[in-house]
């Protein structure tokens, strides 16, 4: 099953439910609201995301007018459709472009999500703007971390900056800015280390780096086959980053989607980009609206 296939058919039997009445009404929504959500959980959304969204897809319900030609159950999906777009943030979100100086963006991630990935087709999304594109390497962990950005960064035909492993983080990354400055680049694209799991080191390096460079994006990289714990795993971050946005990776796979409804729901802060793939190009911009319409099949 691709990803939504099994919320979308679970919302199915939510529709049924009120075909039949000539209204949506306080009674004759319960039903549905227990299969949507249901088929939430189902799909791996937080917990706390579920109440947030059922709550407000009942307070909208039950404020609507009977549309003559339209049937309840048609209501009731344009409701749910509303809300699911709001509750990924509405509209489609930009990266943000500094008035002068270049578009600082800095990466964070757990290990293995597709961080270094993500580096790499952004540098070339960016670089199809016409932008001068400088990758900065701070992972100093592995030694695999610095050589795969360098590759990447071939690949696309973006510079790699980096002082090897000895070097501090935040004083690479300084470096690296310095050099954009300097040389004149449009956008800087900071790879950070990530951890197999959220720890103290992790997120203190992450506040270095972000205090050395003061980006214009902080993004947090989230593999969409986290699952429920991705409600936990953004509210950490953006607690400790204080997040822009957020890149959701392998939207390939066969995960559930939780994870795209809730990174807003939790934080506040957009999905800017989907990855879609191993490629460089497989980067999509997100949109609320089309997500919901995949949703809702
Ligand atoms: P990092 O440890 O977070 O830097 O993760 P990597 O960038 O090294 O990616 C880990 C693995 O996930 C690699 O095999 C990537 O090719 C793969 N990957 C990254 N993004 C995507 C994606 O959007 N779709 C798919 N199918 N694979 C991806």
């Not at 990935?117 to 701070?138: D, E, I, R, W």
């Not at 990174?263 to 089309?290: C, H, N, Q, W």
Request: aromatic share 4%; net charge neutral; glycine share 10%.
């Amino acid at each position: 099953a691709g990803m939504f296939d099994t919320l979308s058919q679970s919302l199915d039997k939510a529709w049924d439910i009120v075909r039949k009445d000539g209204k949506l009404t306080a009674d004759n929504i319960k039903g549905p609201m227990r299969e949507i959500r249901r088929a939430l959980l189902e799909a791996d959304v937080s917990l706390p995301t579920v109440r947030q969204f059922v709550k407000g897809v009942e307070e909208k319900c039950l404020g609507m007018r009977v549309v003559k030609g339209v049937s309840p159950d048609q209501q009731l999906v344009k409701v749910v459709h509303d809300q699911l777009v709001e509750l990924m943030g509405g509209q489609q979100a930009e990266l943000v472009t500094p008035d002068d100086g270049p578009q600082i963006i800095l990466m964070a991630g757990l290990q293995g999500v597709g961080k270094t990935t993500a580096c790499g087709k952004l540098a070339l999304a960016l670089q199809k703007q016409n932008k001068k594109v400088l990758l900065v390497a701070t992972d100093v962990y592995r030694p695999a971390a610095i050589e795969q950005l360098k590759l990447l960064g071939e690949r696309v035909n973006v510079p790699v900056f980096e002082l090897g492993q000895q070097a501090k983080p935040a004083d690479i990354a300084k470096q690296g800015l310095a050099k954009a400055n300097k040389e004149k680049f449009d956008a800087v694209i900071i790879d950070t280390a990530g951890r197999l799991q959220i720890d103290d080191t992790m997120m203190g390096e992450l506040r270095e780096v972000k205090a050395a460079v003061k980006p214009t994006d902080t993004l947090l990289v989230v593999d969409a086959m986290t699952g429920q714990e991705a409600a936990g795993l953004v509210k950490s971050f953006h607690e400790a980053a204080d997040l822009s946005g957020a890149i959701l990776t392998k939207m390939d796979g066969d995960s559930r989607g939780g994870a795209a409804l809730s990174v807003f729901a939790v934080s506040g802060r957009p999905i800017k980009y989907v990855g879609t793939g191993e490629t460089m190009d497989a980067l999509e911009p997100f949109y609320p609206d089309r997500i919901s319409q995949r949703v809702l099949g």
